[in-house]
Nanobody
Framework: QVQLVESGGGMVQAGGSLRLSCAVSGSTFDDVVMGWFRQAAGKEREFVASISRTGVIKNYADSVKGRFTISRDNVKNLVELEMNSLKPEDTAVYYC??????????????????WGQGTQVTVSS
């Protein structure tokens, strides 16, 4: 059983920064594609970023390109999301997710097999 535990959420003013972390256990971490999704109140869950098994290939939603950076540490079994220049519209619950069958990364919700419990990010104007 793969377990994902997010941390690092909180409240920040617009223009500020936060770093989210996701610790992964129960799987060979470097065999797993990792992604971040978010869900704002009353909206569907949406893709934020993904990172390939080796960490070389990274994909981002257009709404976060240039502001967010995804990274992974295959020794510590950790994936992180550095979020800069935050906007009120970034307010959401952020989830990390693991795709056991992927290689390069995916923006599709249905490709991910395991999910964390989520961490709240609130950006005030």
């Amino acid at each position: 059983q793969v377990q994902l535990v997010e941390s690092g959420g909180g409240m920040v003013q617009a223009g500020g920064s936060l770093r989210l972390s996701c610790a992964v256990s129960g799987s060979t971490f470097d065999d797993v594609v990792m992604g971040w999704f978010r869900q704002a109140a009353g909206k569907e869950r949406e893709f934020v970023a993904s990172i390939s098994r080796t960490g070389v290939i990274k994909n981002y939603a257009d709404s976060v390109k240039g502001r967010f950076t995804i990274s992974r540490d295959n020794v510590k079994n950790l994936v992180e999301l550095e979020m800069n220049s935050l906007k009120p519209e970034d307010t959401a619950v952020y989830y990390c997710a693991a795709d056991l069958g992927g290689i390069y990364g995916s923006s599709s919700y249905g490709d991910y097999d395991y999910w964390g419990q989520g961490t709240q990010v609130t950006v005030s104007s």
